[in-house]
């Protein structure tokens, strides 16, 4: 705990949340609870045959299913199930997947302020954020409005369990970066740091059972409970050097947003230690030195280690490094051209941290 107690701030939304209940049952009841009776299920398209068989078992208060969500939240996207929405008549909608699908739901409660359910299908966190980033002409844009908050969160470790080995661990470490981040953020407060440290404790444990049994549900529910803290953080405080990375990667270069979240953070995350300092006691406690410690894991569970295996190229890296210095954001350490420069040559080859 820090030793004062400074003043701070927080936004709490009024949401209703379910964690380890059946999710159909959950969807219905939360359905019920808010008077809804008309919504619309989204999916990806690869969860699509899923979210049929989901909206069966929840019944006719679901009334159609759209399956059209895709990573970064394209606009264009967006404009299409805002169509399918409107022309069914929908009163609400329930987001069956991961921060894709989320992001649909949140763009799409922006735009009509329809009420969301989401029910997590993975361990990005976007659930319990006000956050929505989206995308038009290639260029990534994120913007904070309480209108995309949802309403109802439904976390059920069976909806995860489908995921594969190698996105259970990108997605874990998605979820540690918020924690991480949210330890040094400038805006953190007892509470967010309480959150962030027990969520990197539930991760760090719950990860390698997870990859050694994908199918053991308590194993998922503690990355699951770990995951929803990690999630909580990232909608209270902000975020520094290594999700900026990530954006800018994501958001200019097309980079998948797991994978690149876990090649960047122990880059990030060893940039930032020395600035840091107690301020990543909880992590050091973890997985000792924090950049090496976060790498040694990661490797372990057979994350991908460099950007170029993600489809980056070397070319690439200078305008990386250039778009990424063009927004200038607080950051435990100073961000400067050669220390950025070098860290991304670093994360695309794969090596070492610094
Ligand atoms: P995702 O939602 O894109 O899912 C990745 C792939 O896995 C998709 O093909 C999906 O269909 C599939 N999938 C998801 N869950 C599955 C399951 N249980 N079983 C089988 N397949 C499954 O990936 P993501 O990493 O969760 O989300 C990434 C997106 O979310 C990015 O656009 C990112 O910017 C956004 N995001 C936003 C916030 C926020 O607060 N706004 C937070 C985190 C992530």
Redesign the pocket.
């Known amino acids: 705990m820090d030793d004062t107690l400074a003043p701070f701030a927080l936004r709490l939304a009024a949401m209703r949340l379910w964690f380890g209940t059946p999710a159909a049952d959950a969807v219905r009841e939360a359905l019920a609870s808010l008077g809804l009776t008309r919504a619309v299920l989204l ?5 699509g045959d ?1 979210a049929r068989r989901f909206a069966e078992a929840v019944g006719p208060a679901i009334i159609d299913v759209f399956s059209g ?5 394209p606009v264009e996207v967006t404009a299409e199930a805002l169509t399918f929405v409107e022309s069914v008549g929908a009163d609400a909608v329930v987001s069956l ?7 649909l739901g ?1 763009a799409i409660a922006l735009n009509t302020d329809l009420p969301q359910i989401v029910v ?14 989206q995308t038009e002409g290639g260029r ?1 844009t ?1 913007i904070t409005d309480p209108r ?1 908050q949802p309403e109802a969160i439904i976390f059920d470790p069976a ?6 080995v190698a ?1 259970t661990v ?2 874990g470490l ?1 979820a540690i970066a ?1 924690a991480v981040e949210a330890l040094y953020a400038r805006d953190r407060n007892p509470l967010t740091s309480t959150l962030a440290t027990e969520g990197l404790a539930a991760m760090i444990k719950g990860l390698p059972e997870v990859v050694a049994a994908p199918d053991d549900l308590t194993a998922r529910s503690r990355t699951q409970y770990g995951a929803f803290l990690c ?1 909580l953080v ?2 209270q405080v902000g975020m520094s050097l290594h999700h900026k990375l ?2 800018v990667l ?1 958001g200019s270069f097309g980079l ?3 994978e690149t ?1 876990a090649v960047i953070l122990p880059h990030a995350v060893a940039y930032n230690a020395g600035a840091a300092g107690d301020q990543l006691a909880a992590l050091r406690a973890l997985v000792g030195e924090p950049g090496r410690g976060l790498q040694r894991f990661a490797k372990g569970l057979g994350a991908p280690m460099a950007l170029r295996d993600l489809g980056l190229a070397a070319g690439d890296l200078d305008r990386a490094t250039e778009i990424a210095l063009q927004n200038q954001y607080w950051n435990p350490r100073p961000i400067e051209q050669a220390g950025l420069r070098a860290l991304l040559q670093r994360a695309w080859a794969g090596d070492d941290t610094e």
Do not use: D, R, W
């Not at 969500?69 to 939240?73: D, G, K, Q, R």
């Open positions: 999916s990806t398209a690869s969860q899923n969500a895709v990573m970064h939240t997947g991961g921060g894709s699908t989320t992001g949140k997590p299908t993975t361990y990005a966190g976007s659930e319990s954020t006000a956050i929505l980033g990534k994120t995309v909806m995860v369990a489908t995921l594969p996105l990108t997605s998605n918020h999630g990232l909608g990530c954006h994501g998948p947003h797991a979240h």
